[in-house]
């Protein structure tokens, strides 16, 4: 499988417990995203890598959130201290270039008890 | 915030009509992606389409695009019951993808 892959699928953690979620963008993608999304809504936008820079971060993405690519390959997403309104699905996607077709992973679904 | 906006929310058909759900933006894109996500699950690309195209065809699905206006539309032909999804729009304005709220598509068998 050649897609973009999301490690857990699922997870499901006590508030105030950290998470990390991993993913591995389709191979030579330099773009690769992290979405959030909610039950009924569309994916909110949380930031972008540009190979291991990160370019772009939304106010969504709070001090509990950080991001790395450390090679420009794969990809991590920690939550620290989560919180009950962290329940969400997050996707990963990966695009080769900008302005090209970014293509999602299975995503991983949180949810904070 | 959500850039696009797609109309209707909800759309309920019979097996073989045809489904056509709309988007609407509000900036400059440099092109607008159509994805498709079944419950659950993660999303799946249908089809992009530059901001100077005004339209494009894949198998059952015709994408069209209206720059002057802010526009999309999708249209599904000959629907199946496994089109039964949500669709979403993303626009892309040069550095991440904005999606809408989708239209829910229920297909009747």
């Known amino acids: 499988d050649t897609g973009v892959s999301q490690d857990p699928r699922h997870k499901i953690t006590k508030r105030g417990q950290n998470v990390t979620f991993r993913c591995d963008p389709i191979?030579?993608?330099?773009?690769l995203y992290w979405y959030r999304q909610t039950l009924g809504q569309g994916p909110e936008f949380l930031t972008y890598?540009?190979?291991?820079?990160?370019?772009?971060k939304s106010r969504l993405l709070s001090d509990r959130f950080s991001a790395e690519r450390p090679k420009g390959s794969f990809s991590t997403l920690e939550i620290q201290r989560t919180e009950q309104g962290d329940s969400a699905m997050y996707l990963c996607?990966?695009?080769?270039?900008?302005?090209?077709?970014?293509?999602f992973g299975q995503g991983t679904r949180l949810t904070v008890v | 915030s959500q850039q696009g906006e797609e109309d209707p929310q909800a759309l309920s058909i019979q097996e073989g009509e045809n489904a056509t759900m709309n988007c609407s933006y509000k900036?400059?894109?440099?092109?607008l992606q159509w994805y498709r996500q079944n419950s659950g699950r993660g999303l799946v690309h249908l089809i992009l389409?530059?901001?100077?195209?005004r339209e494009k065809h894949s198998g059952r699905l015709r994408v069209t695009l209206d720059t002057s206006k802010k526009s999309s539309s999708l249209l599904i032909t000959a629907s199946r019951a496994a089109d039964t999804a949500s669709y979403f729009c993303?626009?892309?304005?040069?550095?991440?993808?904005?999606f809408g709220g989708g239209t829910r598509l229920m297909v009747k068998p």
């Open positions: 996607a990966s695009s080769l270039r900008n302005e090209d077709e970014a293509f």
């Open positions: 191979s030579e993608h330099n773009r």
């Open positions: 890598f540009q190979n291991e820079a990160q370019l772009e």
């Open positions: 900036t400059s894109i440099n092109n």
């Open positions: 389409i530059r901001s100077n195209e």
């Open positions: 993303a626009t892309d304005a040069g550095n991440m993808l904005t």
